[in-house]
T-cell receptor
């Protein structure tokens, strides 16, 4: 158990809908990262937050947004969902946000299915 | 552009034999390199990392990895494979610029250890 929790484990929804994925980092970790894992794209970095502020953006669509709250949990919002958004979404956390050598600890993921 | 290549989709090895999972990278400057393992229906687990220093890095579960700067490689090794090592293995690199911890992952290599 990494100490990173994600809810829900599974999410099934329809095209055009909006969903929210939630992540709680390990105790003491200030950074939260979101990744998308799909068969065709592999593991892709979406976005990083550090202590409530956006720190880095990757291949995140404009329909997707995230935030990190004062208690350091994070939410990833996916809107106007398309079939191609079906994927496993991982949250990870790490101690710092400014040192690239910190390992990240991953949650179990949320499997999103868009029908 | 920074990238990671895992040239083998799958590696098959008999239990008790040594295993190697290959990884090459393309980054500017000195890289920070990581190996993660993913078991079915689980999140990624950190195995080991190379930051600086000794080219042979030891990690969890008896795994080690050898950093070779001239060949830009970071191969994962284990002297004696176990059936329980069967999983999906990801090599990742962390960029040094920007002061953030985004991980760039390879496509993954499925390791199958046969009894």
């Amino acid at each position: 158990d990494s100490g990173v929790t994600q809810t829900p484990k599974h999410l099934i929804t329809a095209t055009g809908q909006r969903v929210t994925l939630r992540c709680s980092p390990r105790s003491g970790d200030l950074s939260v990262y979101w990744y998308q894992q799909s068969l065709d794209q592999g593991l892709q970095f979406l976005i990083q937050y550090y202590n409530g502020e956006e720190r880095a953006k990757g291949n995140i669509l404009e329909r997707f947004s995230a935030q990190q709250f004062p208690d350091l949990h994070s939410e990833l919002n996916l809107s106007s969902l398309e079939l191609g958004d079906s994927a496993l979404y991982f949250c990870a956390s790490s101690v710092g946000g400014t040192r690239s050598y910190n390992e990240q600890f991953f949650g179990p993921g949320t499997r999103l299915t868009v029908l | 552009a920074q990238s990671v290549a895992q040239p083998e989709d799958q590696v098959n090895v008999a239990e008790g034999n040594p295993l190697t999972v290959k990884c090459t990278y393309s980054v500017s400057g000195n890289p920070y390199l990581f190996w993660y393992v993913q078991y079915p229906n689980r999140g990624l687990q950190f195995l080991l990392k190379y930051i600086t220093g000794d080219n042979l890095v030891k990690g969890s579960y008896g795994f080690e990895a050898e950093f070779n700067k001239s060949q830009t490689s970071f191969h994962l090794k284990k002297p004696s494979a176990l059936v329980s090592d069967s999983a999906l293995y990801f090599c990742a690199v962390s960029p040094l610029s920007g002061g953030y911890n985004k991980l760039i992952f390879g496509a993954g290599t499925r390791l199958a250890v046969h009894p």
